[in-house]
């Protein structure tokens, strides 16, 4: 039998998902209460405005005290929703730190509206919640387990506020407990009591996030992102949770581009455009241009840069399975409208206005050369870069060029960089990939390991300044050139080369021959290479052999299983090997020439040159021949 699950708390920001909100009524089932007396004394905003209620005024709340709040459930215009106070968690969001507990009602949150009970969903973070005389008590930013509980945590505003002027150590977890959770005097609900009798353990969830990318190429996205190394960034641990869904982004001048407003959608981005990777909660205050919002982190990075972006929601997904908990879906993301510049324990908090980062562009083009896409993106975190770059590519095959498993790639890329000291450079690279197993994964991997490469150099640090690809379809199926024997050309005719005789110190036309593998079995097809010239020493004797092979043979992602290997940096001892060692790659379409005779009087002659062969190349054949 299993055992009971306890309720654990959970931060309900969903990245990728949109707020909360809920059309405004009366609650019902709540405990009947009196809001106390009391003026706000104090104002969240610098010049006075949006009333704030003190902590302690809060917590002094007699048990069922009303409160509103407001958020979105479906487009960008916040709704309300009603509520009434239970008590607080001591020390709940750190030392010093109270939680405050309210249970929450509105046609989403109790299924009166038509769906399931949706509870305290994943994207309501942020949402403000206010006293009956309007002032901002704090943003909802926890909830009980996945059973769809309407029981909130709330984040004080009072905390929120200080956000960028101090830094406390968030708690790994907080047991709910006897000692540290204080009733609010008066009647409770019985859900509430069933809610939080028995101990709860407190700890935030990681939070679900949201790609610009296909719903077929989810799968691929969150294969791609989940192999930035552990610790590498404050944002590590998102970008591999393999729990990006996909978001579109919003045509200019539609709902998603309108300006925030309180208790509305917010995005925070490590990305834009074509590219965008982030994560979307709601609006809890805005003093002027000064946004806060979620309550709770995002990577809890303290100083950061992130985009800062409005969203569109378009419906909350209620749970009924207790297992992933109720959420809501965001639709679309709008253009950047400014940066998060700190993402702290109780919060984060950005200004609207000016954007930074570097560009990322890639052109497509089809098996016609004709171009079919260009895609951009604006990598507004440094550290997101590689899966940026990844994701733009990886979802250009799937969605532009209509290919996933099978298919033939050319790819070129540029990095452009700048070091500490001021030096300047571009990484210039092009590579050919053929596969059955992934082939939408090849590029992506490529230049996202290329990126990360020169962002965690030991060396130097790097700045990124722009990357720009081109990415073109060979063919929708798999083709590779398998060598299988050579040709020598005797006056007009080509003749196979195994076991024929050859003259010493004349010179030979000669041409390798491939065999056609289409997807992965044998076409029956023969391909010949390019001709080129041998020439044999007037010390040639006896017997030679002559063959081609693939230069390199490619190693796969398998999207299957998840099994794909990290980015890991190579082994050099500066900056300048790194270039030299990132510059020079085996193309898989070059093919090694060897040419190997006995000679009179000395050792045997070997000779190897390198060129480019059909396409992309594997195995490897020798034939022999005598010399006379």
Avoid at 76 to 98: E, H, M, N, R, W
Avoid at 530 to 554: H, I
Wanted: aromatic fraction near 6%; proline fraction near 4%.
């Amino acid at each position: 039998m299993y055992p009971m699950r306890q309720p654990t708390v959970r931060s309900c920001l969903r990245a990728g998902v949109s707020t909360l909100a809920v059309a405004a009524l009366t609650a019902t089932g709540l405990a009947a209460a009196t809001t106390p007396a009391r003026a706000a004394t104090t104002a969240f905003c610098a010049d006075g405005s949006t009333p704030m209620a003190a902590v302690a005024d809060v917590e002094a709340y007699p048990a069922g005290t009303p409160v509103t709040g407001t958020s979105v459930v479906n487009g960008t215009t916040p709704t309300g929703f009603t509520g009434s106070y239970i008590g607080y968690v001591a020390d709940g969001l750190g030392k010093g730190k109270d939680m405050l507990l309210f249970q929450l009602s509105s046609p989403v949150i109790d299924g009166t509206g038509g769906l399931k009970p949706a509870g305290i969903w994943a994207g309501m973070s942020g949402s403000p919640v206010y006293s009956s005389d309007g002032a901002l008590i704090g943003a909802v930013s926890y909830s009980l387990n996945y059973d769809n509980l309407p029981v909130a945590g709330v984040t004080p505003a009072e905390y929120m506020k200080t956000i960028g002027s101090t830094l406390a150590d968030a708690p790994v977890t907080v047991r709910v407990d006897k000692q540290n959770l204080n009733r609010a005097e008066g009647r409770t609900t019985a859900a509430q009591s069933a809610a939080l009798n028995g101990g709860t353990a407190m700890h935030q969830v990681s939070l679900a996030n949201v790609a610009v990318t296909s719903t077929q190429g989810t799968k691929l996205t969150n294969a791609l992102l989940s192999r930035m190394p552990k610790g590498s960034s404050e944002a590590a641990a998102r970008l591999r949770s393999k729990s990006f869904n996909a978001v579109g982004v919003e045509a200019a001048g539609g709902p998603a581009n309108q300006p925030l407003v309180v208790g509305g959608n917010i995005a925070a981005v490590y990305s834009t455009g074509d590219g965008m990777i982030g994560a979307v909660g709601t609006v809890t205050a805005m003093c002027g241009t000064d946004v806060w919002a979620f309550g709770h982190p995002m990577d809890f990075a303290g100083k950061t840069t992130l985009g800062l972006a409005n969203a569109s929601a378009a419906l909350i997904v209620p749970d009924a399975t207790g297992i992933i908990g109720s959420y809501k879906q965001t639709s679309m993301i709008g253009d950047p409208q400014g940066m998060i510049t700190q993402d702290r324990l109780v919060g984060i908090k950005g200004s609207i206005g000016a954007t930074t980062g570097y560009p990322v562009t890639l052109s497509v083009r089809n098996a016609e050369g004709v171009q079919v896409d260009r895609r951009s993106s604006t990598v507004v975190l440094p550290d997101a870069g590689p899966s940026v770059a990844a994701n733009v590519v990886g979802n250009a095959v799937i969605e532009d060029l209509d290919n996933y498993y099978n298919g033939t790639l050319r790819f070129a890329w540029n990095i452009s960089y700048r070091t500490e000291s001021g030096l300047t450079g571009t990484l210039k690279k092009h590579q050919s990939y053929a596969s059955t197993d992934l082939v939408a994964a090849y590029p992506a991997d490529a230049v996202g390991q290329d990126v990360y490469d020169l962002l965690t150099n030991d060396f130097t640090d790097v700045a990124i300044t722009g990357i720009s690809m081109n990415l073109t379809l060979v063919s929708a199926d798999a083709l590779i050139y398998q060598p299988t024997g050579v040709q020598y050309k005797k006056g007009s005719n080509w003749l196979t080369l195994s076991g024929k005789t050859l003259k010493h110190g004349s010179s030979y036309s000669v041409r390798p021959v491939y065999r056609l593998s289409v997807n992965g079995k044998k076409s029956g097809e023969t391909v010949y290479g390019a001709t080129r010239t041998v020439k044999l020493s007037s010390k040639a004797t006896k017997k030679g052999s002559l063959g081609y092979s693939a230069l390199a043979d490619e190693s796969v992602c398998d999207i299957e299983t998840d099994e794909c290997d990290e980015y890991e940096s190579p082994e050099v001892s500066s900056f300048d090997e790194l270039m030299d060692y990132l510059a020079t790659q085996v193309q898989n379409d070059q093919v090694t020439q060897k040419l190997s005779y006995s000679r009179k009087g000395s050792s045997a002659y070997t000779a190897r040159s390198v060129f480019t062969g059909k396409g992309v190349t594997e195995g490897a054949a020798s034939v022999s021949f005598k010399i006379s």
